[in-house]
């Protein structure tokens, strides 16, 4: 199971888990259009590489913008997969996977179906597509398959997903194209704005980390970060406070809480009850946000929850699918 995201790519293996997390990224020789590094290695690369070599975030939004690098990335990663499972059972001949990769709730059904021919051609011998809100709720062990309201809001790189599930699907969902990486552009763009100081998004991420907060936090939090000075073109340091990150995130934050609070403003009055008794779970790597929960529980006025493990709960989730849909397949052929 494939959990393809815009910022980070999980892979669980049946029997396994989790196998390993990478960075969506891909780093290509432009003469050759052959793959010179893929995952951590390709991110390292990000505006360091020369004039021949493109490090590409193939995944923009939760959906694929470059078709040609993410075949070649999923590719990478099943080969790698397979590789391990070979140490593992070196008697066993392994033919092409059966792969369930996750999707937005949000993507189209010309984006869904890139997804799953993207899988296809890079050896998958069925691809399977699942919606990443039911994956994560799979993931958090919520109980999905009964007739009660479940409610996930799963918070990636590039969207934020928000769901309500009974019965083994999604009731009312919204989806929304605003996430950690938005807020990563956002707390760059600001710092360029405020200081004068151009940075890249690597560092805005690590701003995010140390001081980024859903709510307001006490002052006195600051970081260094260095830069290129805008005027003079020089290197430069400046110091950002906690507060001047929260005020770069705002926006990003409040279209996290609104699509929560339209979500629940669309759930049926039965589910709606189920939501309120036992609350909400959070999941993603924006859960990781501090104080979101928080700020979440006062919006709206539900519990909520984090996910024992948020930046795994949907790759865990898509497991568990491929582990279902591989009794249902096997009690299909045996009957049939």
């Given at each position: 199971a494939i959990d393809l995201g815009t910022a980070n790519t999980l892979v669980f293996v049946r029997g396994q888990g989790v196998v390993f997390s990478e960075p969506s990224v891909v780093a290509l020789d432009t003469k050759t259009e052959e793959?010179?590094?893929?995952?951590?290695?390709?991110?390292?690369?990000i505006g360091r590489t020369p004039a021949n070599i493109v490090a590409i975030e193939p995944l923009k939004e939760g959906v694929i913008a470059d078709f040609g690098a993410t075949e070649k990335m999923i590719a990478h990663f099943i080969r790698r997969a397979q590789?391990?499972?070979?140490?593992?059972?070196?008697?066993?001949?392994?033919?092409?996977?059966?792969?369930?990769?996750?999707?937005?709730?949000?993507?189209?059904?010309?984006?869904?179906?890139?997804?799953?021919?993207?899988?296809e051609s890079a050896g998958a011998r069925q691809a399977y597509v699942i919606e990443e809100p039911l994956a994560?709720?799979?993931?958090?062990?919520?109980?999905?398959?009964?007739?009660?309201?479940?409610?996930?809001?799963?918070v990636g790189g590039g969207t934020t997903e928000v769901a309500v599930i009974s019965l083994g699907g999604i009731v009312t969902k919204t989806s929304v194209r605003t996430a950690g990486?938005?807020?990563?552009?956002?707390?760059?763009?600001?710092?360029?704005?405020?200081?004068?100081?151009?940075?890249?998004?690597?560092?805005?991420?690590?701003l995010k980390i140390?001081?980024?907060?859903?709510?307001?936090?006490?002052?006195?939090?600051?970081?260094?970060?260095?830069?290129?000075?805008?005027?003079?073109?020089?290197?430069k340091t400046v110091v950002v406070?906690?507060?001047?990150?929260?005020?770069?995130?705002?926006p990003a934050v409040e279209a996290i809480v609104g699509a929560a609070k339209n979500t629940l403003d669309r759930t049926p009055p039965e589910l709606a009850s189920d939501v309120i008794e036992r609350g909400m779970v959070l999941a993603g790597g924006g859960a990781l946000l501090r104080n979101l929960d928080e700020r979440l529980s006062r919006e709206t006025g539900v519990a909520v929850h984090v996910a024992e493990d948020p930046l795994e709960c949907v790759a865990v989730g898509s497991g568990r699918?491929?582990?279902?849909?591989?009794?249902?397949l096997s009690r299909t052929s045996s009957t049939g």
């Open positions: 793959v010179v590094a893929v995952g951590s290695a390709a991110k390292r690369m590789r391990r499972e070979r140490r593992r059972r070196p008697y066993r001949s392994l033919v092409g996977p059966r792969v369930v990769v996750c999707a937005p709730s949000g993507a189209t059904g010309v984006e869904l179906r890139a997804v799953k021919e993207a899988a994560a709720a799979i993931g958090a062990g919520l109980p999905v398959e009964e007739p009660e309201g479940s409610m996930v809001v799963d990486n938005e807020m990563d552009r956002a707390i760059a763009s600001f710092v360029q704005r405020e200081h004068k100081v151009a940075v890249g998004t690597q560092t805005a991420e690590r140390e001081l980024g907060s859903a709510l307001p936090l006490g002052e006195g939090e600051s970081a260094e970060m260095r830069g290129r000075d805008l005027l003079t073109g020089l290197p406070t906690g507060e001047e990150v929260g005020e770069a995130i705002g699918y491929l582990e279902e849909l591989g009794h249902l």
